[in-house]
């Protein structure tokens, strides 16, 4: 398995308060996403990181800002949390396209607004 | 942006039978399709992908087709087991900054019955 950890694995919060995910990986790959995975919606992209300080947005980023600082930690802030996102999180990391198109997937934060 | 549509979103089979999963794709600037299987409480992984410039991959009791023309993709699984049972998710993607940007499809919860 590649070496993607997710925390915190389990959160609780109240709606308004900020929450911030981590995404730690030991591969040194250069690119990191993370995704919103809903019954019923697949897996969206929120954001993703070509590099440190490098990022973008994706189709569903309102609401979230990221932070990579270091090739290893990718950052996922909900700065006022609501109960519409409340959803299961997914990072990924895949390396340069001329290496390899596959994306690996950490084991996943289930996040809870109340 | 691009939109990916799969069907059927439940498939239930009798141990030993094939099954097949259908998705289309509308933006003809996606040249990667990557299948993930998601198994329980865990995030998903990748089982077999295609690239635009080939019409079909096999990989044991796996195989993808792609018909650029038609925009569709197809996951054919032969003699499916139990522990084929799990959550299969096709992805259209398009190149950006050097990596591959996905897109979901909704996801199919196969279910192998012994």
């Known amino acids: 398995d590649a070496g993607i950890t997710q925390s915190p694995r389990h959160k609780v919060t109240e709606t308004g308060t900020p929450v911030t995910l981590r995404c730690h990986q030991t591969e040194n790959h250069r690119y990191m996403y993370w995704y919103r995975q809903d019954p019923g919606h697949g897996l969206r992209l929120i954001h993703y990181s070509y590099g440190v300080k490098d990022t973008d947005k994706g189709e569903v980023s309102d609401g979230y800002s990221v932070s990579r600082s270091k090739t290893e930690d990718f950052l996922l802030t909900l700065e006022s949390a609501t109960s519409s996102q409340t959803s299961v999180y997914f990072c990924?990391?895949?390396?340069?396209?001329?290496?390899?198109?596959?994306?690996?997937f950490g084991p996943g934060t289930r996040l809870t607004v109340t | 942006g691009e939109n990916v549509e799969q069907h059927p979103s439940t498939l239930s089979v009798q141990e030993g039978d094939s099954a097949v999963i259908k998705c289309t794709y509308s933006?003809?600037?996606?040249?990667?399709f990557p299948w993930y299987k998601q198994e329980l409480g865990k995030g998903p992984q990748l089982i077999i992908d295609?690239?635009?410039?080939?019409g079909e991959k096999k990989d044991q009791r796996i195989a993808v087709t792609l018909n650029k023309t038609a925009k569709h993709f197809s996951l054919h699984i032969t003699e499916t087991q139990p522990e084929d049972s799990a959550v299969y998710f096709c992805a259209a993607s398009r190149s950006a900054g050097g990596s591959y940007i996905p897109t979901f499809g909704r996801g199919t919860s196969l279910i192998v019955h012994p």
């Open positions: 990924a990391i895949s390396e340069s396209a001329s290496a390899s198109y596959e994306q690996y």
């Open positions: 295609i690239r635009s410039n080939v």
């Open positions: 933006d003809s600037a996606s040249n990667y």
